[in-house]
């Protein structure tokens, strides 16, 4: 049974950074690729950033390129999302989550999907 756990979350002024963490269970990163989702407020869950399983590549979401930077530690089974210059519409619960990615007509998404609980990240103007 894969467990993640979300930490980090906050608020921040904008221009700011921040960087939210997500503890895995064991093995998790050896069978699944690992990805950020977040969900702003009225709105549908979206793909922000996610990793292979090896670890040697990475996507993002247009939205974040240059900006959010996503990575892990696979002595702590942690993998990281930074997020730099960030904006008010960045202002999101961040979820974490481990699964088989997939991209499809312009989109990435996340099959067979283990979730976290969220965290937080709220942006002020």
């Known amino acids: 049974q894969v467990q993640l756990v979300e930490s980090g979350g906050g608020l921040v002024q904008a221009g700011g950074s921040l960087r939210v963490s997500c503890a895995a269970s064991?093995?998790?990163?050896?069978?699944?690729?690992m990805a950020w989702f977040g969900q702003a407020p009225g709105k549908e869950r979206e793909f922000v950033a996610g990793m292979s399983r090896s670890g040697g590549t990475t996507y993002y979401a247009d939205s974040v390129k240059g900006r959010f930077t996503i990575s892990r530690d696979n002595a702590k089974n942690t993998v990281y999302l930074q997020m730099n210059s960030l904006k008010p519409e960045d202002t999101a619960v961040y979820y974490c989550?481990?699964?088989?990615?997939?991209?499809?007509?312009?989109?990435?998404?996340?099959?067979?999907?283990?979730w976290g609980q969220g965290t937080q990240v709220t942006v002020s103007s």
């Open positions: 064991e093995r998790t990163f050896s069978t699944y690729a």
């Open positions: 989550a481990a699964g088989y990615l997939t991209y499809y007509n312009g989109r990435y998404s996340l099959s067979s999907a283990y």
